[in-house]
Nanobody
Framework: QVQLVESGGGLVQAGDSLRLSCAAS????????MGWFRQAPGKEREFVAAIRRSGVGTYYADSVAGRFTISRDNAKNTVYLQMNSLKPEDTAVYYC?????????????????WGQGTQVTVSS
């Protein structure tokens, strides 16, 4: 089993920055991809960013590319999402997820474990 715990969410103003963390415990040594997803009220969950365990390969949704940066610290079993230039449309619950099989990174259904989520609210 794997446990994922997100932290770092909060209420900020447009243009501010936040850094989300996702701490993993359990079977952490063999994940293939860690991803961040978000879900706004009344909307479907959407892909935000992903990183391969090797660190070779980071992927971003077009809506966050250039503003968000995903990184990982394998020694700490933690994945981060640095969010800069936040916009009101970034308001959502942000989830991290871990995938243990090879394949893509955008489809949330292909991830094996999920955290409980952390709320990010950006006021205008």
């Amino acid at each position: 089993q794997v446990q994922l715990v997100e932290s770092g969410g909060g209420l900020v103003q447009a243009g501010d920055s936040l850094r989300l963390s996702c701490a993993a415990s359990g079977r952490t040594s063999t994940y293939i991809v860690m991803g961040w997803f978000r879900q706004a009220p009344g909307k479907e969950r959407e892909f935000v960013a992903a990183i391969r365990r090797s660190g070779v390969g980071t992927y971003y949704a077009d809506s966050v590319a250039g503003r968000f940066t995903i990184s990982r610290d394998n020694a700490k079993n933690t994945v981060y999402l640095q969010m800069n230039s936040l916009k009101p449309e970034d308001t959502a619950v942000y989830y991290c997820a871990a995938r243990y099989s090879s394949g893509g990174y955008v489809n949330g259904r292909e991830y094996d474990y999920w955290g409980q989520g952390t709320q990010v609210t950006v006021s205008s």
